[in-house]
Nanobody, 122 residues
Framework: QVSLVESGGGLVQAGASLRLSCAAS????????MGWFRQAPGKEREFVAR????????DYADSVKGRFTISRDNAKNTVYLQMNSLKPEDTAVYYC???????????????WGQGTQVTVSS
């Protein structure tokens, strides 16, 4: 069982930065691939980024590549999403999730956080 709690969302202007955090419970955090997903109003949930259990491998959606960075600290059971050069189209609820598979498919992520709102004004 893994419990996930996101934090760090907020309202910022275009071009600003935010860092999201996701704190996980449990002693097997490093066994899980961690992903960030987002869902904008009226749109389907979409993959944003993922990171392997060791933290050595990462992957990003094309829409955020070069602007967002995913990282993790297994000693702190925490995964981060550093978001730079934010755009209004990045506005969404951001969710972290845990999977035992290296996948971008949300249905393969077993555990989810409650989400944190990110709003980017133009």
């Amino acid at each position: 069982q893994v419990s996930l709690v996101e934090s760090g969302g907020g309202l910022v202007q275009a071009g600003a930065s935010l860092r999201l955090s996701c704190a996980a419970s449990g002693r097997t955090f490093s066994n899980y691939v961690m992903g960030w997903f987002r869902q904008a109003p009226g749109k389907e949930r979409e993959f944003v980024a993922r990171i392997s259990g060791s933290g050595y491998t990462t992957d990003y959606a094309d829409s955020v590549k070069g602007r967002f960075t995913i990282s993790r600290d297994n000693a702190k059971n925490t995964v981060y999403l550093q978001m730079n050069s934010l755009k209004p189209e990045d506005t969404a609820v951001y969710y972290c999730a845990a999977s035992q598979s290296w996948t971008t498919g949300g249905n393969m992520y077993r555990y989810w956080g409650q989400g944190t709102q990110v709003t980017v004004s133009s």
